[in-house]
């Protein structure tokens, strides 16, 4: 392995238990030779230690970066998508680190910009939900194609990775992401003669764009979501959505391919 991949930051909550895990894997880290750092910009490495809720916040919080790779580390004897180890593997662990040729598995990201301001990233999801009890209207347009009249709860666009997530709930394809897309799925679309969807889930491939155009009808009010943090802003017009060009790297190991891990965590 080269030097440039040998600083380690941790990124986790700050509870007992887990404050008590990282203490371990700092100590396994250091004897190894690796610098445990407590920048996330200084590190090369960054080791969610929690589920796949802390994972989506370490990359969030690290702002996706590209040039490093994320490491999710989980409790024993459980099963997260984001996660690639359990804590007490320490010979595994060890072993894939210092790896020379490490190989990385990279996952697709979405980029989404609200009303032509600077864009967000999102590894799970992007969530457009009505915050109230009222319905809400939006066009939905791919590419430059007016495709259908939406009005109900709301509309999740999710990656390949967080297909497994929400997407999966309200009964969305699990993609494989070594298939670059994003999934469309309704959240309680209303179908009558006025508006109409799909009512199906739908696939889009990596070069499509999908533009959510909220209808300005006086009780609009939908709140957006970037995997699991909300995005404070309101009055929101227009809604573009597509793939990025940039993907966030793990590590790729023997027995934790994504199917591997959709079936250790639901079956
Ligand atoms: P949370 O509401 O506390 O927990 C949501 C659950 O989803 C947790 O069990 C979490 O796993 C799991 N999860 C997150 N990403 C996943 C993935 N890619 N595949 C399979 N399971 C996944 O929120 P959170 O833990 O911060 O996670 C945020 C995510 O929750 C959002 O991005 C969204 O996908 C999901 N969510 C789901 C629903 C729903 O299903 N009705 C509603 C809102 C949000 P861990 O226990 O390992 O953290």
Redesign the pocket.
């Known amino acids: 392995m080269t030097d440039h991949r040998r600083n380690v930051y941790f990124f986790h909550k700050q509870d007992q238990d887990t404050n008590k895990q990282v203490g371990s894997l700092t100590q396994l880290a250091e004897k190894n030779g690796f610098t445990v750092v407590n920048q996330p910009s200084d590190a090369n490495i960054i080791a969610s230690v ?5 994972f ?2 370490a990359v969030r919080k690290t702002n996706f970066r590209d040039d490093c790779l994320y490491v999710g580390i ?1 409790k024993k004897g459980k099963a ?4 690639d180890f359990n804590s007490d593997e320490h010979e595994k662990m060890v072993d894939a680190m210092t790896f020379e040729q490490i190989e990385v598995r990279k996952y697709p990201l979405i980029e989404v910009t609200v009303d032509q301001t600077s864009p967000f990233h999102c590894l ?2 992007v ?1 457009i939900r009505s915050s109230i009890i009222k319905t809400f209207v939006m066009d939905v347009l791919i590419d430059d194609l007016h495709f259908e009249t939406f009005r109900g709860d709301g509309m999740i666009i ?1 990656t390949p ?10 009964a969305g394809p699990v993609v494989d992401p070594l298939l670059p897309c994003m999934q469309v799925t309704d959240l309680a679309s209303l179908n009558n003669n006025t508006y109409r969807t799909l009512g199906s889930p739908f696939v889009l491939g990596s070069e499509r764009k999908l533009t959510l155009r909220v209808v300005q009808a006086g009780n609009e009010h939908p709140i957006i ?1 970037l ?2 943090e909300a995005l404070s802003t309101r009055n929101v017009k227009t809604i573009e959505i597509k793939l990025s060009d940039k993907k966030i790297k793990t590590v790729k190991l023997k027995d934790n391919s994504f199917w591997e891990k959709v079936k250790r ?1 639901f079956l």
Do not use: P
């Open positions: 929690g589920g796949d809720g802390t989506l916040q989980t997260h998508l984001y996660c799970n999801e969530s999710s990775t967080g297909s497994t997530a929400y997407n999966k709930s309200v979501g995997d699991n965590t």
